[in-house]
């Protein structure tokens, strides 16, 4: 490697190593307040600050990974082509390897997709996030779509275990004629253990826009459970209910009207309690649904993300490699 590259990369990698970069700048203040070292490792400490930083570009007809930035414990394997209608399409698996999320954890994930990529990113497995008794955890995820770019980020739930202090922000940057389509599941808690709830706090703010800034969309959740548990099983969040799932489509590609009306068929009839809205600017749509079973949830999910593929693609998605 030539030493001006040769610095240049030792340059950018520094830059990523820098606090500045993966720490979370403004917290909510619910999860600010907790805010402490630890009598364990402390945030940037060795393994406790994970980095992917994935840059995509069209080369020879197809979509491909062009630069790579990865530190444990987060990281990915290769790309994968594995879409018959859509060979052009990198599909992508998000691993962390450790369990999971503990405390003093700081995650950062970015993926830039340039004009005309497509992209899907998903995960290996849910994000377990795990028990904590001093200081925080946090993620940043920042996806940016240029011209022409069609990005799908569906991650694998959301678990908070007992005594879990967390916070995610996800930043989408979606160029004019850019789609995005982006999911979220939050489990209640470790279920099977009888966890419902029983997180210290769980706080996450998305925020869609352009790259002139220009809003489409802002959702921030702060789920405190507090003692009787009321506060997060009001009509206004859980409901009762112990998983909550969100899609966003961002696509100019079909009115939004049409979108709106794609994911409500998708989910008619299905007994599931669910709402739909479009988004701003004639931007898009979303979706929310409330469901007790992990199972119609994941299903859910999926039927409302094929129906929307096929509208703004007329194609069908693959079966996902996943076990």
Not at 102 to 125: E, K, M, N, S, W
Not at 200 to 224: C, K, N, S, Y
């Amino acid at each position: 490697m030539p030493p001006a590259l040769l610095r240049t990369v030792r340059t950018a990698a520094a830059d990523r190593l820098d606090p500045a970069h993966w720490a979370a700048g403004h917290l909510p203040a619910e999860v600010a307040g907790l805010a402490a070292r630890p009598d364990t490792l402390a945030p940037g400490s060795p393994a406790k600050v994970g980095i992917l930083d994935l840059a995509f570009a069209v080369r020879g007809g197809r979509t491909e990974l062009v630069e790579r930035y990865q530190k444990t414990p987060l990281q990915i394997m290769r790309p994968l082509w594995i879409d018959p209608a859509r060979p052009d399409t990198a599909y992508v698996y998000l691993m962390a390897t450790g369990g999971g999320v503990a405390q003093a954890d700081r995650y950062r994930i970015d993926a830039r997709c340039g004009p005309g990529t497509r992209v899907h990113l998903t995960t290996q497995a849910a994000t377990k996030v795990f028990r904590m008794e001093q200081d925080y955890a946090s993620q940043l995820v920042h996806l940016t779509a240029g011209d022409g770019a069609y990005l799908e980020y569906l991650p694998d739930p959301l678990i908070p275990f007992r005594g879990s202090r967390f916070h995610q922000r996800t930043t989408v940057t979606a160029a004019p004629g850019a789609t995005v389509v982006l999911g979220e599941t939050i489990t209640a808690g470790r279920l099977a253990r009888g966890e419902r709830h029983d997180y210290r706090v769980l706080a996450t703010d998305l925020e869609i826009a352009r790259p002139d800034g220009t809003l489409l969309a802002v959702d921030a959740l702060r789920l405190l459970p507090g003692g009787d548990r009321t506060a997060v099983t009001g009509p206004a969040v859980f409901a009762g209910h112990d998983h909550l799932a969100t899609l966003y489509a961002v696509s100019d590609l079909r009115p939004a009207a049409e979108i709106a009306d794609t994911l409500h068929r998708a989910l008619d009839g299905s007994g599931l309690r669910y709402g739909v809205s479009t988004l701003p600017e004639d931007s898009g749509a979303w979706l929310r649904l409330l469901e007790d079973s992990p199972v119609r949830t994941a299903a859910a999910l999926d039927a409302a993300w094929r129906a929307v593929r096929l509208l703004l693609t007329g194609e069908p998605a693959p079966a996902l490699r996943k076990t």
